[in-house]
């Protein structure tokens, strides 16, 4: 059984958000403060995080580093808090997916089942053959799920390795950013346009040389992005 920790404060959305989640197989625990929560994500086996933003002791900013230095489990950041730039700071540290708050229960259980799928098909390809992909200087080893650029690992979160390879598996296909979002994340894209842009961003910081002028992944304005070959 999948193991679940919900980190939230309020403790009535975290108790709502557990009975949904344990009605569809999921094993939850519940931790209320940000230290506790990291405390436990750190020493446990959980499958998946739903972290809230704003948490007493520790907030779900800093948590979420810490947990993603450690572990590379999908991460759901959740929170009131409506601003961009809040989304975009969490997805940049890591975080998998941003719910904005009021969400329905069946929608957050949609989105966990989505990255648990995922997730679950990312770890059982470990046990096949080492699957590679190399394009100019870029070589990404599929199996392994490193990345080397020019000769040099440089690491990157779930979804950017995601992005990144299904991006040069595909060179010269321009996907737009709703369909870079069902393809990598499973879901429709309604509200999160920002996460694909985050995204490539830091994709690009670890690849390219010149990150105003990218040679790998380019953007086609008005239309999304394409892998260049």
């Known amino acids: 059984m999948s193991k ?18 344990e ?22 086996d959980f499958d998946l995080v739903i ?17 993603r230095e450690e572990k590379d489990i999908p991460i759901l950041m959740v929170s009131a808090k409506k601003d961009d730039i809040d989304k975009i700071r969490g997805l940049g ?41 190399e394009i100019r200087g870029i070589r990404i080893d599929k199996t392994a799920r490193r990345v080397y650029v020019d000769g040099i690992e440089k690491n990157f979160t779930t979804k950017e390795f995601d992005l990144l390879t299904f991006l040069a598996e595909n060179p010269n ?21 920002a996460t694909v842009t985050v995204h490539i961003k830091k994709i690009r910081e670890k690849i390219e040389s010149d990150t105003a002028k990218p040679q790998y992944i380019e953007t086609i304005w008005g239309v999304g992005y394409r892998f260049k070959v």
Request: proline share 3%.
């Open 23 to 44: 009605l569809s197989g999921f094993q939850v625990a519940i931790e209320e403060t940000g230290d506790k929560g990291l405390e436990k994500a750190l020493s446990e």
């Open 93 to 133: 540290l890591g975080a998998d997916d941003y719910m904005t708050k009021p969400f329905s229960p069946s929608e957050l259980v949609a989105r966990v089942k989505a990255h648990m799928s995922r997730y679950e098909r990312l770890v059982s390809s470990q046990h096949k053959n080492n699957d590679l992909v």
């Open 173 to 193: 296909h321009v996907y737009t950013k709703e369909e870079l979002f069902r393809e990598i994340w499973d879901m429709d894209s309604v509200g999160d346009i």
């Open 51 to 67: 972290l809230d933003l704003m948490l007493p002791g520790m907030d779900g900013f800093e948590v979420c580093k810490k947990i």
């Open 4 to 21: 679940i920790l919900i980190v939230e404060d309020e403790i009535a959305i975290a108790e709502l958000e557990k009975d949904y989640l």
